[in-house]
């Protein structure tokens, strides 16, 4: 996994429906960042609807433009590895960065001021530290989650920060979401 390829190992069914691997090997999609050297994400798959249809085959799900969301009403896995920070990134840069995770609205920086890279997403995302240590950015404060954390993530304004001296490695997954009616306006009244 140092290299940015994750292993990955998917199943599915024969003719006579018996269970398969028709895939294993590196997970093809990788997104490396020029911004920021020494971070990569490989995206491990994807669905488009919930339920999410099970064929017997199932095609390769990843590849195309890099997106940092889930297909409507479908979902994402990818596996992070966000290196030490070594300094902030000017305004051009977070423009850059959330346009090459195909999210450029996402950003929200401008409006928070914590973190150079606090974002905000439609969705309900669970992170998963597999290795090292980062902080969790929210609005009123931080909190450090090591590795064997799981972090549920419930639509906040938020930011990843590694402070310490060694990469963190997370998996997330991300579930498309839909903020409810009284959370949408309290949001849009305070101008988050």
């Known amino acids: 996994m140092s290299s940015g390829k994750v292993r990955r190992i998917v199943t599915g069914h024969d003719e006579a429906g018996r269970a398969v691997v028709?895939?294993?090997?590196?997970?093809?999609?990788?997104?490396?960042?020029?911004?920021?050297?020494?971070?990569?994400?490989?995206?491990?798959?994807?669905?488009?609807?919930?339920?999410?249809?099970?064929?017997?085959?199932?095609e390769e799900p990843t590849l195309g433009p890099r997106r940092q969301l889930p297909a409507a009403g479908g979902s994402v896995?990818?596996?992070?590895h966000i290196p030490p920070e070594s300094g902030l990134l000017d305004a051009g840069a977070i423009a850059r960065e959330?346009?090459?995770?195909?999210n450029a609205?996402?950003?929200?920086?401008?409006?928070?001021?914590?973190?150079p890279m606090m974002?905000?997403?439609?969705?309900?995302?669970?992170?998963?530290?597999?290795?090292?240590?980062?902080?969790?950015?929210?609005?009123?404060?931080?909190?450090?989650?090591r590795a064997g954390d799981v972090v549920v993530q419930c639509g906040t304004n938020h930011a990843w920060s590694n402070r310490s001296g060694a990469p963190c490695v997370l998996a997330f997954i991300l579930l498309d979401g839909r903020y409810n009616a009284e959370l949408a306006q309290n949001m849009a009244e305070a101008g988050a």
């Open 105 to 115: 609205a996402a950003s929200t920086h401008r409006r928070s001021g914590r973190h």
């Open 119 to 145: 974002h905000r997403t439609e969705t309900i995302d669970y992170a998963i530290v597999l290795s090292g240590e980062i902080y969790l950015v929210l609005d009123t404060g931080e909190t450090l989650v």
């Open 22 to 58: 028709v895939m294993d090997g590196p997970a093809p999609f990788l997104h490396e960042s020029p911004g920021r050297p020494g971070f990569w994400s490989n995206d491990i798959w994807r669905t488009s609807e919930t339920p999410a249809l099970v064929i017997p085959q199932p």
């Open 98 to 102: 959330f346009a090459a995770l195909g």
């Open 77 to 80: 896995i990818r596996i992070n």
